[in-house]
């Protein structure tokens, strides 16, 4: 499934930080740049701690990222953009934070729309600095180039991929997710271990890229239990900041498979959180993938902790155990999703064809809708 022959380009930003304290990377970087005018972009909980970012002048805050953004929680940050007039805009949060900072860094000057900039490279430019402080361990948004926000007329995801959303400081300081909740511990990191799974499945996997996934789903296999836990583990809270960022390299260059296809109607449907929706199908498409992709199913089971094998059903029971004994709720009936709704998110997740024809193994919307009702 790796292909030594072909060409990638190793996508990162341009200058890391990480580590305990990293933060204060962020006023060195203002006062490099002599920012003038920043704008953060965060949801509410993480716009109350705006001075952990010690920016040295008057900060503009975008508070209301949703947990799921759509077009109008875009366009409502567009509005404080152009009015603040930014010259550095700071995505300050988990995904939905840095996705929509990403947009409105490319958004807030010029003439471009979204609707111009769906899909990849068609960003023209971007003339504002752009720095990212993830203060969860899930997406690795702080080191990829894509952002999604919900169309909320036809509930789907719209992506824009671009060079130009790549972020000129990543800021990965592990002690600002020390607060993060254990259930939102444990799906924003099967969240980091899903990038870094399918990137390594993928029919674009890349031996290059392969360093980053395996790396990281044994950093999730190691820390992901302990910090579920132990939320003060600082060892374990590095760890899985380390695999989501491993996880944002992956996505650059190789992307994700059929487990984000089939995780996103559950939450443009349903609002069910990301890195859950995600937690709840992995199980499912990892079993799936694996005849397609064995020796590297086997790697990532032994990557968890588990026996190599070659059987997908021990395979799924493997997964599945990993994801409850992190407490995580396996059950669509219990998230809210009605039955009849299967069928229909069934359609929409087929239809995700920049993933799904990523995946090592030809999935129809039979098998999703299989997927969907053994979840059920």
């Keep these: 499934m790796t292909n030594l022959s072909a060409t990638i380009e190793i996508i990162r930003p341009e200058a890391i930080e990480f580590g305990s304290g990293a933060i204060n990377a962020v006023a060195r970087f203002a006062r490099a740049k002599d920012i003038r005018r920043p704008l953060v972009i965060a949801d509410a909980f993480n716009a109350a701690r705006v001075d952990l970012l010690g ?50 860094a490319v958004l807030c000057t010029g003439d471009q729309t979204l609707a111009d900039v769906v899909g990849p490279d068609k960003v023209a430019g971007r003339s504002v600095a752009l720095v990212q402080v993830p203060t969860t361990s899930g997406t690795g948004s702080e080191g990829g180039i894509r952002a ?6 036809t509930r789907s995801k719209l992506a824009v991929q671009s060079r130009f959303m790549l972020a000129d400081l990543a ?31 993928s029919r674009k996997a890349h031996p290059a890229i392969d360093l980053y996934a395996i ?117 669509l009936s219990a998230l809210g999703v009605a039955a009849d709704d299967l069928g229909i998110m069934a359609a929409e997740a087929h239809a995700i064809r920049r993933l799904l024809d990523n995946n090592p193994r030809d999935l129809s919307a039979e098998a999703i809708l299989k997927m969907y009702r053994a979840a059920f």
């Design 55 to 104: 920016l040295p002048r008057e900060v503009t805050v975008f508070g209301e990222v949703k947990p799921e953004p759509d077009v109008p929680n875009l366009e409502k940050a567009l509005a404080v953009a152009h009015a603040a007039q930014p010259d550095l805009v700071l995505g300050f949060g988990g995904g939905s934070a840095m996705d929509l900072a990403k947009l409105v």
């Design 215 to 331: 790396e990281g789903i044994r950093l999730v296999g190691r820390h992901l239990a302990r910090a579920v836990k132990d939320g003060s583990d600082r060892e374990a809270r590095a760890g899985l900041a380390l695999a989501s960022l491993y996880g944002g390299f992956c996505l650059g260059p190789v992307n994700t498979t059929a487990g984000h296809a089939v995780a996103y109607p559950l939450g443009t449907r349903h609002n069910i959180p990301h890195g859950l929706a995600c937690a709840v199908i992995f199980p499912h498409t990892l079993a799936f993938n694996m005849p397609a992709v064995q020796d590297k199913t086997g790697a990532v089971l032994q990557a968890l902790g588990a026996s190599a094998m070659t059987d997908p059903a021990a395979a799924f029971e493997i997964a599945y155990r990993f994801c409850t004994d992190l407490g995580i709720e396996m059950r």
């Design 171 to 201: 800021v990965v300081d592990p002690d600002l997710t020390m607060s993060v909740p254990p259930q939102v511990t444990a799906a924003t990191g099967v969240d980091a271990l899903a990038h870094c799974v399918e990137a390594f499945t």
């Design 148 to 153: 999604l926000v919900t169309d909320p007329v």
